[in-house]
């Protein structure tokens, strides 16, 4: 495995390297890396010929400076994890290299209603942030893969806005999400957790499986209303939302969205861990 910790070194890596760039499959992370991060990359490794990570704990999509200050950082074991895994290049980079003075970039992007709705409300600049860096690294690397986990399922949409909207050109691959055995969405963040948090932390899986199991039994904004008591009662100190929405456009869904096309998704604090998850409804 080459790591790169600059930009240029990066382009020579690819350059020397002699596979060309629609053959590379690219997976952005921030690092402190887990079997959902390992699973992007094999997937791309059963997909293209080169596979390139990124670890990059952006600061521009940290709404909270506390969460960004107390966000995991483990770059050494992920190193040896990524290496293990047959990633071919890591590119490591700090906020300069990022973030160069002189780069045309814009400095607002248009989200339309994924900017207003869930994460984008909760998370005010969360998604501008996440779209200045994405456009800055889909630049550098220019795959032909992109891989993203379904985890962030808002994101995805998200990002494959921003690659429409400023002619991103990349195959955009939606990876679903790896769970621990009691069902909780493995992430970084569940690092933080205290055990007795990470005992109750599965209950949002759980009030998600309801509500998927329940979906032709209620009225949608009462089965929202029901889970979220029952995560409060779990013991969530509290809950952004518990949303059944529509799978295309995040709007709340209703009785009438067709089959298929509704996602429950759920953001909620555990102590001051914020955890998000999501589950397709069949
Ligand atoms: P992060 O390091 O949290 O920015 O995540 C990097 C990528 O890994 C994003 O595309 C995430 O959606 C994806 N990811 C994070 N957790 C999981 C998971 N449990 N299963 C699948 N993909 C994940």
Known sequence: MIICRTAKSFVQARQASGIPEAETGFVPTMGALHDGHLQLLARSRVECRQSVVSIFVNP???ND?????????????????????GCDILFLPDVEEVYQAGDHFPEHYDLGRL????????RPGHYQGVCKVMHRLMRLVQPGSLFMGQKDY??????????????????FVMVPTIREADGLAMSSRNRRLTPKQREIAPAIYREMSAIAANIDKGNYRELEKQAADKLLQAGFAHIDYVSIADARTLEPAEPGTETGNKVCLVAAFLGEVRLIDNLPIP
């Open 154 to 171: 808002q994101q995805c949409m998200v990002v494959q806005k921003l690659m429409a909207d400023h002619n991103l050109h990349a195959r």
């Open 65 to 85: 400076p506390s969460d960004f200050a107390k966000y995991p950082r483990t770059t050494e074991t992920d190193i040896d994890m990524l290496q293990a895994a």
């Open 60 to 62: 521009t999509q940290f």
């Open 115 to 122: 900017e207003s709705l869930l994460e984008g409300a909760h």
